[in-house]
């Protein structure tokens, strides 16, 4: 996921100083620190409203979210459904291993009904969400799927996804050979969806939903009215901020 990162930026010409990386928790959010981009680790759930807050006062920036499926969809996820339909311009990428990695191999929302675990023993019993139809009914514009195992056509949806003027998701199935080793096969598994992106809701609900979870490529592609952004003037000066606040 790095090295596409890495190929994405240097393709877009892309300096450091203009990307910031925003994250939450989790082994996938460790990425801003694997960068010389401006970061911010944040906390757990709380790297999409970290990136919005960013992207509305300095809008001149290319703000990129780094998540995971627990970071995102289980305790971010009121958060993920609210940028979607916001379409705040950000890219957020969300990889996804089926598992909460950093703390030890729990089931994540996106994890496998019957997957067997010391913490779930014969499965959680609940079906998993389905993210990228979830976002398409939330109201997001660009939707992708990537596979950490291919990093040119990782970088080559994150060049587009960075491209898209407005929230972006670029969803990306990330083995956890720890906890998960089953998920090398996704190496074997993966496919392309190898179909021209669809600004049609209703082909891209058809898509999203007879897809198998392994195909790769760019699901659905609009152009939605992106949020406003008020060029109001900003004071870098603190006494001028202070002031604002006395009471
Ligand atoms: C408020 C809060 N609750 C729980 C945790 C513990 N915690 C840290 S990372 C994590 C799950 C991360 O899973 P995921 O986002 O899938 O990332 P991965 O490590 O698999 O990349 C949890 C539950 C925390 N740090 N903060």
């Not at 925003?22 to 757990?44: K, V």
């Not at 669809?198 to 939605?224: K, N, Q, V, W």
Request: with cysteine; aromatic share 8%.
């Amino acid at each position: 996921m790095q090295a596409a990162l890495f190929r994405a930026l240097a393709h877009l010409d892309l300096p450091p100083e203009h990307v910031t990386i925003i994250s939450g928790i989790g082994c996938s959010s460790r990425l801003p620190a694997y960068t010389e981009c401006y970061g911010f680790h944040g906390i757990h759930g709380r790297a999409l409203p970290l990136a919005t807050g960013l992207k509305l006062a300095r809008p001149e920036l290319t703000v990129i979210v780094a998540s995971g499926d627990g970071d995102a969809f289980s305790i971010g996820g009121n958060h993920f459904l609210h940028a979607c339909r916001r379409n705040v311009d950000l890219t957020c990428i969300i990889m996804d291993n089926e598992v909460y990695g950093m703390t030890k191999g729990q089931p994540s929302p996106t994890t496998a009904s019957d997957w067997d675990s010391k913490l779930a023993p014969s499965g959680t019993h609940v079906r998993p969400l389905q993210p990228l139809a979830v976002a398409l009914a939330a109201g997001a514009g660009f939707i992708a799927r990537g596979f950490s195992g291919d990093p040119n056509g990782t970088a080559r949806l994150l060049v587009e996804a960075i491209r898209h003027p407005g929230f972006a998701l670029v969803h990306v199935l990330s083995p956890c050979v720890t906890y998960r080793p089953e998920e090398k096969l996704w190496k074997q598994q993966v496919h392309s969806i190898e179909m021209e992106p669809t600004a049609e809701l209703a082909e891209a609900a058809r898509r999203l939903f007879t897809d198998d979870g392994l195909s790769t490529g760019i699901f659905y592609r609009a152009t939605l009215p992106p949020y406003p952004v008020t060029s109001q003037t900003r004071s870098d000066d603190l006494s001028v901020i202070e002031a604002e606040f006395v009471l």
